[in-house]
């Protein structure tokens, strides 16, 4: 029972943390205003740690609500689906490649990040229907490895470092 | 269990920072081959815009057949005769030394182009009647 207490803080603590790099990444100047949805994915850091420390239903837990928080917060119906389309795909892929075991926390993290576009491209292409989107792709595909190296590397090093009892 | 020391664990660290390497590299090559076929199998547009030196000059339908007089240059003196028909666009006659402007194949598909570069002439087919300037909405975080 008070396992259960201590891991649902916990799953709280990491939902508000996740939110608040969010926030942080808002305030970063932009890396690439030309294209949406150029970001670094720092929340991102928060759901591999939980996936590699905790578990897929754990990191499900936390990435699910934090979305439904920024929805309520400041998105709206179209923005949280879209969330969710990136999330989804994302998480399913990191899962699976974490339990295939054949590649490190980085490639994980780079699958997970790229992934996380191409859920959202592919969202887009029922929603959009635009050529535009093919060159997204393109550009996503290369800011979206770089982002994951750069998550994979705090990720990996926040699951070796960060310790609770 | 008892086997650990003969037979060690078979993903390395090294191992796995080299399949790190194979997985991103098939990665970016299946998303940029995808993006590639995208933009090849893109659909067709439903209008033309013809842009005079950078300044729209005008936004016409591909569904309605039609021809356009682009008038540019002093006095409108330099012609550039635009068809629409059965949904494609063309420069049927052209002013313009060469006329290699009239030469371009018909267009229809979104981000097609014919360019008329004596008279700084642009014809564009965009999607206009779908949400295709809307951006992506940035749901990252
Ligand atoms: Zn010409």
Redesign the pocket.
Known sequence: MKKRTQKLALLGLFTAIAMVLAWVEVLLPPLFSAVPGIKLGLPNIVIIFVLYRMGVKEAAAVSLVRMVAVALLFGNPMTFAYSLAGGALSLAAMAILRRLDFFSIIGVSVAGGVLHNVGQILLAMFVLRTAKLGYYMIILAVTGTVAGIFIGLCGGLAVKRVKWS | MDQTKETPKPETKKHKLRNDLILIAALVVVLVLAGLAFWLLRGEGDSVIVEVNGNLYGTYSLAKDQTVEIRTGEGGTEL?LLVIKDGKAFVES?T?PG???TRHNPISREGESIV?L??KVVITVKLVGGEGEKPIPDAVT
Do not use: I
């Open positions: 550039n052209a313009c006329g290699d402007c008329c004596p008279h």
